[in-house]
């Protein structure tokens, strides 16, 4: 069963079952346990094309990245 308005990839993900502010830390929270979990997801390389894809504004961790490095690797792609 796909949930609505996800990507079909995520239910294959290691964060599907994890409570989402481990993806979404408050400032000043280490972002590592999200780090860690995206470590062993067998959806990475999805997550982080569809991250990559979304645009500057998606905040939170995708594919073990924050928005500010998903910007940095979009500026040195352009």
Avoid: K, V, Y
């Avoid at 972002?31 to 062993?40: D, E, G, L, M, S």
Wanted: a positive charge; charged letters at 25%; proline letters at 8%.
């Amino acid at each position: 069963m796909t949930l609505p308005g996800r990507p079909l990839w995520w239910r294959d993900a290691a964060c599907r079952e994890q409570p989402l502010d481990l993806f979404f830390p408050a400032p000043g929270r280490s972002a590592q346990p999200a780090r860690n979990i995206c470590a062993t997801c067998t959806a990475l390389h999805h997550c982080h094309t569809w991250a990559m894809s979304e645009g500057d504004w998606l905040d939170g961790i995708f594919a073990g990245l924050t928005r500010s490095e998903r910007n940095r690797l979009r500026r040195r792609s352009a």
